[in-house]
């Protein structure tokens, strides 16, 4: 690994410029732009914490990524979550309760973790938990959804705590969207975005990117039909291949610096948006930041892993705390070994090389 890579420095610097951006995303709302000023002193605050432990020898992340169901009402085509049998149909069993998750989130605050992603399944069916996170005003949880659950009962939601941000998947216009999640699946979309609009309520998109739609979501002709809606935050996500047939929308070395240089160019015309690009190049952060290096995740049942695309765990939360699951033999594994850091053809290099984690993994029993 780098030696002389500082993944703290790194990470605190990127929370420092995802708030100062969101800060000049909502200069036209001042209830927003309250929430926001409180919200950098509180990440201010993390970020020391964080960086106390780090001169005591241990590492926090900023971000965590929650998945607090295995349940989804879409079957959008080429999902990593089905594939790896961590979203199903069944009915959910033994999954974290709302009080358990307030828990987490009460732990993750006192480390210093300023970010918390929730994801699923589909979010929006544990209002229970959506509703515990939004009474941790120091944590922001953008909420990674497909918008179909939204309504005026979470708009209420969402306009009494603002630290609940969601972020609608879309794929580029009616055609990409449709194809991958289904009839109907834009006109909602653009529903939700000009009721949120009109109800000045800050929220982001979530864009899966592909072979097929990245030059498409990079244009200025899909970005303006976001922004002209009042969209302030863009997360690209690269298109992570979980199955032969899906393998080439994956992303390749072309693709990614069109992305890349695309991105590049938004963040100088569209100052007043949010962008963000998972996992990004990874080169500028010293190799992949899953297993706690930057982030980390835990699954519907608590179990701690990598991150979403690595769907192993070696240590529960139910048993144990964040701190301990940080520490757990399989992140330390891979922070300390060269995984995170090779080379590999693109998205994400754990569920690439997943032979090898399971190589790290033998002997352990998962939670």
Known sequence: MNEEFDIQTYMTRGVENIVAGA????????????????????????????????????HIPPFLIASITSSCNL?????????????????????????????????????GVSFILL??????????IIEAAGKMPNILFPIFTNGTYIDEDYFRLFDKCRNLIPVMSIEGGR??????????????????????????????????????????VIS?????????????????VEFVPVTEESRELAPGEEERTVLRDGIALLRESCPETVFVSFPGDEKT??????????FFHINSHGGAEPCPFSPYSDSNVRDTSLREALRSPLFAALREGELLTDDHAGGCVLYEKRSEVEAIMEGKVQP
């Not at 009915?91 to 993750?108: C, G, H, K, N, Y």
């Not at 952060?285 to 930057?294: F, L």
């Open 23 to 58: 800060l000049k995303a909502t200069l036209k709302d001042p209830r927003e732009s309250a929430f926001m000023l409180q919200f950098a002193a509180a990440s201010k605050k993390a970020s020391k914490r964080r960086a106390e432990a780090e001169r005591n020898g241990e």
């Open 119 to 128: 994801a699923g399944g589909e979010p929006m069916l544990r209002r229970d």
């Open 220 to 236: 200025r002709a899909f970005l303006d039909t976001l922004t002209d809606r009042g969209c302030r935050l863009v997360v690209y």
């Open 175 to 216: 055609e990409e969207t449709e194809k991958r999640r289904g009839k109907g699946a834009y006109e909602k979309l653009i529903s939700n975005m000009d009721a949120l609009h009109s109800k000045e309520l800050l929220f982001g998109v979530s864009v899966t990117v592909t072979t097929q739609n990245v030059r498409e």
């Open 75 to 111: 079957h959008c085509a080429g999902c990593y979550s089905r594939c790896n049998h961590a979203t199903v149909d069944a009915a959910p069993v033994s999954q974290l309760t709302d009080a358990e998750w307030l828990a987490i989130f009460r732990e993750a605050d006192e480390i």
């Open 285 to 294: 952060s010293g190799g992949c930041i899953a297993a706690g290096r930057g």
